[in-house]
């Protein structure tokens, strides 16, 4: 450090401003294309998106989600041995939980089975946090438009 000064030596260089315009720059560390309000958005595009950020993750876990009609997701493997090969999930029963698995963010949802004992089924994983939880975000909005759809009016 300089005498008096108190930045190291190698930042005696560059002006205070500077670095406080480069410092500032940095503010949360997360990418700006993921400050979308969800509510502005669609169920289709959100579905979009849904998709479109699950096409990153593994083959194992990947699933190509629909929706049918207002409240009713569709979760098909891309996996061929996959069993079910589909579920159909009612959005207002929507279970999902999210956790840590090794490097991974893993979403995984409750699924209703004939035999009346629900099965976990993995819908997302992914080693960035803000992936995932921005993935359940898009999952939380669709079951709330879905719940505005089912309000009486």
């Not at 949360?28 to 479109?52: K, R």
């Not at 099965?119 to 992914?126: L, N």
């Amino acid at each position: 450090m300089r005498a008096g000064g108190l930045l190291p030596r190698c930042f005696s260089g560059i002006p205070a401003l500077a670095l406080l315009l480069c410092l500032g720059a940095c503010h949360d560390g997360y990418p700006e294309e993921d400050m979308v309000d969800g509510a502005l958005m669609s169920p289709p595009e959100h579905v979009a998106q849904l998709n479109q950020m699950g096409e990153d993750a593994a083959r194992k876990v990947r699933q190509h989600i629909s929706l049918i009609g207002d409240c009713l997701l569709r979760f098909t493997a891309a996996r061929e041995s996959a069993k079910p090969a589909s579920v159909d999930v009612p959005l207002l029963d929507l279970d999902l939980s999210m956790a840590t698995q090794g490097d991974k963010q893993v979403i995984t949802i409750e699924v209703p089975t004939d035999a009346g004992e629900p099965v976990s089924r993995t819908v997302f994983a992914s080693p960035l946090w803000h992936d995932a939880v921005a993935f359940r975000s898009h999952l939380f909005q669709l079951q709330r438009q879905c719940a505005e759809t089912q309000a009486p009016a």
